[in-house]
């Protein structure tokens, strides 16, 4: 079989814990808002927040906002929040919402030894991930990762987006080479393990217990959505190269 | 004569240096670029950058975005800027500038000393300024000057801007006063001092040497545009409140 040359990285929830972070900073925002005097229990909150990122989108920019409109319709209970302090609660929130982002992003343990053995074993890296690319450049620079791979691709910087197997194609042909000598490492069947298998890539779906996680026993996956390997640690990683360069 | 009641004071470059934090600011966002590899003089940067700045207005949320598309275009001694580094750039640079301001902003040296002894004086305090309510709580919070205020009013959140006077009607309806009653202390002639004047407040012209101060002494306001005082440091605000007690 022919070895491993290049090793595709999905970002979030893959390098670190996107979703443990956005949760943290969640409820930061909504403590920041009951230390300035909101009258609320911070359990509700966190749940009337949730439910509006979960109705207007993760990216969605007024998520305090929202929050602040819909006390005031929502509950009796809620003491009516007056208009002075009302962008008051918001601009807090924010503020400790982004602390915190800017803060405690940091690395799985895994990833940088991973990186390492991988420039060691001269097996190219990327990272290919969607969002928005200002905030996706922002994780990576905090992350201090941008000069450890050697293609960094964000989607919407080429027009292609996941599950897109266009965009898997391109990233091959970036490299010249074929799919069966790379490896693509991601945490969603349809956006990452869909588009690696369409393209012959080894796709291994890693297990991180993020929000797209479904690592439930019952749940079989088939034809193209089935990954070649699943892992919990990129430590296992090796085992999948080593296998492949017999 | 009667006795001054209530004071208000305008938020940027009258309570901190507005001017001199985004100007700080922004080239630390040119200098994040520099120091990622973008080839272009310091100098030249900030001169398109404040192009970019006064076209597009202060609020304007893509400065960096649009430097990075003009220089493409600009100027054929600049190595053109590929995708993958675009976003890289602009990133670098948004978190920088806002590093910068969430760091070094500060009051002016005179202000507290100033409000404490208004409070000593039993004296109201207000804030009235324009700007977007998240953006100028923020700044209210980071200064640690909510608690200090008796009354902010952010002009936005009543729906009233400056210039227009019903807005300092509203306030000083608010603490149920006369405009003789009260002093309003800003750093504009057209959005500051007229309405002031137009509502019998005693007006206060503070220059601090912000964007707005017009401290040439060949130029002199007139009629409801003539400031009835002008100061450039708060302490001097004692005087007034003095000669209008007598």
Redesign the interface.
Known sequence: MCPIKLIGFDLDDCLFDSTGLSDRARVKGIDAMINLGLKIEREEAVRILYDIVQEYGSNFSEHY?FFIRRLNQLNDNIEFIR??D???F???A??AY?QEKVNSIRLYNDVEFCLQRLKELAIKTSIITDGL??????K???LKI?DLFD????SD??GMKKPNPELFKYWLKNFNIRGEEAIYIGDRIDKDILPANLNNIHSVYLHRGGKYDRSDANIKFEGNFKPDYEITNLDELFDIINENSE
Do not use: C, G, S
């Open positions: 906002n208009y002075n009302r962008y008051k918001i601009a807090a924010v503020m982004h690319p200002i905030k996706q450049y922002e990576i620079l905090r941008d293609l960094i691709i964000i910087e080429i």
